[in-house]
């Protein structure tokens, strides 16, 4: 039978050249001081001292680091999951440790702080305008000449976020009713006595409905016997005006730039480039790497132990089951490898299962049906609690 080196009782991961496969984690002081103890933890729960483990300290360096990559995995694929729809479309930019999760409503979400500076110009709004001529009614967005959105020869996709096209205030077309015009006041002064004052209707007052009754009365005349005010944009370029402009006029609107896709060139002809790869697009080109040992809490840790222990407990199940038996004087002895390998495979699901179970219970919707239901048992509970009887 071959000699199989055995734990020789210590370890020093300090004076160990290139001691695991990777690397990730070799320059954390606190990954690096964390390893000789979780060797130390994982040998002694085999069996240690008690029978001899067939591991070196270098195996249980490189479970160690299998272990701290496997919880970031198992993390931040769930971090991406959970954080798609607002990372999409976003600069793949260095890798990051973790994903900005905006929490529940996106009204906090920025881009700049999460991302770096450089790209705070991804969904920075700018305000762009085109010159109106009378007579024209179709436009491109994207042309380069004269006022448009590019100061200069920079070809990119827009998104446009508003147009400001609209009818003209209908508050400018009111005729004021205290001037007596258009209103139908001056015959009701006179009823009352007044018409004889100049001018007589400077003595009406009228409820506020009134003015908005007038406003939203010219708005459905305006909308019913004339052409409204509204335009079609299309492929996010292509603006189309109703009604057709009788005059000359500039048109301000507003947009960000478009993350997803750049154009080749400028000009009416110019299509859409195919979408860059420097931005995310599915969970394979998502901003993330492993994680930062030192950062990592004590519950965190102590998952990672535990996982070190099943892998390392895979790990021997294999070799013992290299050899199976062993002679011992007069007789021979069955190692253990079936129930190593059974009970690795066992604790190694579960710890990923608990894991993920508690990353979805700290999801945002999650976390709001959490509230709600604290809140509905707070509510319950006060209704329980006796009135005070107040005797004057």
């Known amino acids: 039978m071959a000699n199989i080196p055995i734990w020789p009782g210590s ?31 994982a040998v002694q729960r085999l069996g240690y001292p008690l029978v001899d483990i067939e591991l070196q300290a270098i195996n249980f360096f490189t479970c160690f680091e299998e272990a701290v990559s496997e919880y970031g995995a198992q993390l931040y694929t769930w971090q991406i999951i959970n954080n798609m729809s607002n990372i999409i479309g976003t600069p793949t930019g260095s890798a990051l440790n973790q ?21 705070s110009s991804e969904l920075k709004i700018f305000s762009g305008s085109l010159e109106v001529k009378r007579g024209q009614q179709y436009y491109d967005l994207r042309l380069n000449t004269g006022s448009s959105v590019y100061t200069g020869s920079v070809a990119e996709n827009v ?8 009818a003209p205030a209908a508050i400018n077309r009111y005729f004021d009713p205290y001037a007596g015009t258009g209103t139908g006041i001056q015959s009701l002064m006179q009823a009352f006595g007044f018409g004889n004052y100049s001018p007589g209707v400077n003595f009406m007052l009228m409820p506020i409905y009134f003015d908005v009754l007038k406003l939203q009365a010219i708005e459905f005349n305006d909308q019913i016997r004339k052409s409204g005010y509204h335009f079609d944009l299309n492929a996010g370029r292509y603006l189309r005006l109703f009604p057709i402009p009788t005059n000359d006029y500039t048109l301000w609107f507003d947009y960000v730039k478009d993350p997803m896709s750049n154009s080749a060139a400028t000009g009416s002809g110019a299509e859409s480039a195919p979408i860059s790869t420097s931005n995310v697009t599915d969970l394979s080109n998502a901003p993330y790497e492993n994680p930062i040992y030192k950062h990592l809490n004590a519950p965190a840790r102590q998952w990672i132990r535990k996982y070190t222990l099943a ?13 199976q038996t062993i002679p011992i004087p007069g007789a021979e002895t069955t190692l253990d490898y079936s129930r190593l390998l059974s009970e690795a495979e066992a604790e190694k699901t579960f710890l990923i299962e608990q894991l993920r ?20 048992a707070q509510q319950a509970y006060l209704t329980k609690v006796p009135y005070q009887i107040y005797v004057g």
């Open 11 to 41: 370890s020093s991961f300090a004076t160990v050249i290139n001691p695991t496969p990777f690397g990730f984690y070799d320059d954390d002081n606190e990954f690096r001081d964390d390893a000789d103890k979780v060797a130390t933890y």
């Open 99 to 119: 994903i900005p999760n905006p929490g529940a409503g996106q009204s906090g979400y920025n881009v700049a702080s999460d991302y770096g500076d450089a790209y």
């Open 159 to 166: 998104k446009i976020k508003k147009i400001y096209h609209y």
């Open 311 to 323: 892998l390392a407990k895979e790990m021997l199940g294999g070799i013992r089951g290299k050899y």
């Open 357 to 376: 179970i508690d990353l979805e219970a700290n999801t945002r919707l999650a976390q709001l049906d959490r509230s709600n239901a604290e809140s509905d």
